[in-house]
């Protein structure tokens, strides 16, 4: 639901960088979005296109990449994936629990960020 | 000796790795240490449009009777509705209209945390924007997250909307006085919270008549 403001974010990113760059066209751009996160990576590049017209950047390629998620158990030290998770509408969730000791102490290590990590540009 | 250069474009990559999601939780860092520094218990209140954010927001805080050590920054699109009805409680009140966005974000928060003369204040109550799905992904910095669904949104609200129940750490059930005539089965309800959030309070109020409201004061820990 929020697809459309973090889309704005990144669109400002990207003509910042590629102007500070003197890029003359952004040819492509590289997103990483989070499992555990609520986007949606199709309406981000959805949004993204749109926003990206009447600039250096229309018609530029958006790649989005999912992150797996994994967790790390404060009390047991496990790391690791979060396979364990019951059922597949529960999927884009944090397990409540850590899979290997049942223990509640546990955080997202990854899966929660919406990384802009590279963008290709033609002088 | 002539060289002959090719003058195609020059193509290169920027290397960016800048996450757009990470600034919202730096900003929510800070918030809670600075309510930490003024020992302000900070409780994001969430729920869709209708739930009765508002009207348990109320109840509390006319349970508290604390006057002005309770604050509310109340999140809304357009109106001072909302901070109009809670105002009339006594508490500190200032409304944060968020225009077009679903939710609150922890700028706005710090931006009205920096309008707002807090000392004495002991609670603060933040009510966000009716809507279950973005401000789960947008902590603002507070101590303790509500999540307040109500029967009147029908028999399949929590297992439609498992994340930010999850993200919660207390759900409520308000309107449970209007479970009969909306047919709505509570202890499903409430098998649905076990199984989303087993391990946070599950507590059923009618915030108009005040049934519930000390079960949720005990459960944020906010002395009475």
């Given at each position: ?15 910042d ?10 040819l ?9 996160t ?8 959805f ?10 950047a229309?018609?530029?390629e958006v ?5 797996k998620?994994?967790?790390?158990c ?5 790391r690791?994936?979060m ?9 884009h969730l944090?397990?409540?629990?850590c899979?290997r ?11 929660r ?11 | 000796m002539?060289?002959i250069k090719?003058k195609?474009p020059?193509?290169f ?6 996450d757009?999601?990470?600034?919202n ?19 994001d209140i969430?729920?869709?449009i209708?739930?009765g954010?508002?009207s348990l ?10 006057g002005?050590?309770?604050a509310v920054i ?8 909302d ?7 006594g508490?500190?009140?200032i409304q944060?209209n968020?225009?077009?966005e ?21 609670v603060?109550?933040?009510e966000?924007?009716?809507n279950?799905?973005?401000p789960?992904?947008?902590p603002l ?9 109500s ?12 994340y930010?129940f999850?993200?919660?750490d207390v759900?409520?059930l308000n309107?449970i006085d ?28 009618n ?17 009475t």
């Amino acid at each position: 639901m929020h697809e459309f403001s973090i889309s704005s974010e990144i669109v400002r990113s990207v003509l910042d960088a590629a102007g500070k760059n003197k890029g003359k066209k952004v040819l492509s751009i590289q997103l990483e979005i989070g499992e555990l996160t609520h986007l949606n990576g199709e309406q981000v590049a959805f949004w993204v296109h749109e926003l990206f017209k009447g600039s250096v950047a229309e018609g530029a390629e958006v790649k989005i990449k999912t992150t797996k998620a994994r967790i790390h158990c404060k009390a047991c030290g496990y790391r690791g994936g979060m396979e364990s998770d019951q059922e597949d509408s529960f999927r884009h969730l944090m397990p409540l629990t850590c899979p290997r000791c049942n223990g509640i102490q546990i955080r997202a290590v990854k899966g929660r960020e919406c990384i802009l990590r590279r963008i290709q540009v033609a002088r | 000796m002539k060289i002959i250069k090719t003058k195609g474009p020059e193509i290169f990559d920027i290397e960016l790795g800048k996450d757009l999601l990470a600034k919202n939780k730096k900003l929510a860092k800070e918030n809670r240490k600075r309510f930490n520094r003024s020992d302000i218990l900070a409780i994001d209140i969430m729920g869709s449009i209708g739930s009765g954010k508002t009207s348990l927001i109320k109840a509390i805080i006319k349970r508290l009777g604390m006057g002005k050590k309770v604050a509310v920054i109340a999140g809304d699109l357009t109106t001072t509705i909302d901070a109009e009805r809670i105002e009339a409680e006594g508490a500190l009140v200032i409304q944060v209209n968020t225009g077009k966005e679903c939710h609150l974000d922890a700028n706005l928060i710090r931006r009205a945390a920096d309008s707002m003369n807090l000392d004495g204040v002991k609670v603060l109550f933040i009510e966000n924007v009716g809507n279950l799905i973005c401000p789960g992904e947008f902590p603002l910095g507070a101590h303790k997250r509500l999540v307040v669904t109500s029967v009147t949104e029908g028999p399949y609200t929590l297992l439609k909307h498992p994340y930010i129940f999850r993200e919660a750490d207390v759900i409520v059930l308000n309107k449970i006085d209007l479970a009969k005539p909306m047919r709505v089965s509570i202890p499903q309800l409430e098998k649905d919270a076990q199984k989303i959030n087993s391990q946070i309070p599950f507590i059923k109020t009618n915030a108009l008549s005040g049934i519930g409201i000390s079960k949720i004061i005990n459960a944020l820990g906010l002395k009475t």
